[in-house]
């Protein structure tokens, strides 16, 4: 199998190191493209094997699977130069949430997948949201559910619950470092404990706390509990917490759905024909 990664941005690059360190892909097997070609060029350098590509249309001419990750906005753009080499037997996999499966069938005659990644895949860990295109068969979505499951743990979702998803797999790890680093910096400030302890102990109790609750018995609401008595320091703080925090993360979410919305906006004007003048190099 052939991969073409078009894009190696922060998320591009993030899954194609996670997929070679996990030995899902071994660089012979991966071509690269990208605007910025000195990021493909360093990837390369650290996995000998791996192709970088002179331009969109090389990377996809004998890829398999091809992964688009870029911005909406280049979108349009990238699909025009790899148009040519499409096929029905390959694979596109948008990694980009506001782009609609539906308008990428009627662009390219190609399979098609959405599936969006998490900074935590990096470390094989967090969820895939997974979303199949109707002209994916059971094969296809059976291999793109092999080759994630090296680094995350799939879920399959409806295209329709795609934001409030990505809030919570993709988005989440910076909604909690915030919320740590607001905890550490209290700690520092209030106490005067030094700094790098209590960075120290506030990560090893995150990591900790993940692995509890991957645990069948233990749900965040069993772990408050397994940690708070009735009347006790941690139930007070607790409370204090709950008020401090009412409906904060029903704004946040409303906040991310109404960007959201304004994003599927542009993108689907963005992916409207437009007029080429001639052939294009990298995204």
């Known amino acids: ?42 990837l390369a350098a650290r996995y000998p094997g791996l192709a970088v590509a002179d331009d969109n249309l090389s990377a996809a001419s004998d890829a398999n699977l091809i992964f688009l990750c870029v911005k909406p906005s280049d979108f349009r753009a ?12 390959r694979i596109i996999v948008s990694i980009t949430s506001p782009i609609r499966i539906e308008t990428l069938e009627k662009i ?37 559910r092999q080759l994630f499951s090296s680094i ?38 209030e106490t005067g404990i030094n700094r790098e302890t209590a960075t120290t102990l506030a990560c090893e109790m995150l990591l900790g706390t993940a692995r509890m609750l991957q645990e069948p018995d233990c749900s965040p609401a069993d772990l408050q509990r397994r940690v708070s008595v009735p009347g006790g320091i941690t139930a007070a703080a607790l409370a204090e917490l709950d008020r401090a925090t009412k409906n904060a993360f029903s704004r946040v979410l409303q906040t991310t759905h109404a960007k959201f919305k304004e994003d599927l906006e542009k993108a689907e004007l963005s992916l409207r024909p437009q007029k080429r003048r001639g052939p294009r190099g990298n995204p």
Not at 78 to 89: N, R
Not at 125 to 142: H, Q, S
Not at 158 to 181: H, I, N, Q, T
């Open 1 to 42: 199998m052939k991969v073409c990664f078009i894009g190696t941005g922060s998320m591009g690059s993030l899954l194609t190191e996670a997929f070679l360190k996990a030995g899902a892909l071994s660089p012979e097997q991966v071509t690269l493209a990208s605007r910025t070609r000195s990021k493909a060029e360093a």
């Open 78 to 89: 990238v699909l025009d130069d790899i148009l040519p080499v499409l096929t029905k037997d």
């Open 108 to 144: 390219v005659p190609s399979k098609v997948a959405k599936i969006i990644p998490s900074v935590v895949n990096s470390v094989g860990c967090g969820a895939t949201l997974f979303m199949f295109g109707a002209r994916l068969n059971d094969d296809d979505r059976a291999l793109l």
């Open 152 to 189: 995350s743990r799939p879920v399959e979702i409806d295209e329709e619950k795609v934001r409030v998803a990505s809030d919570l797999s993709s988005v989440g790890p910076a909604f909690f470092a915030f919320l740590l680093e607001r905890f550490i910096e209290a700690a520092v400030a």
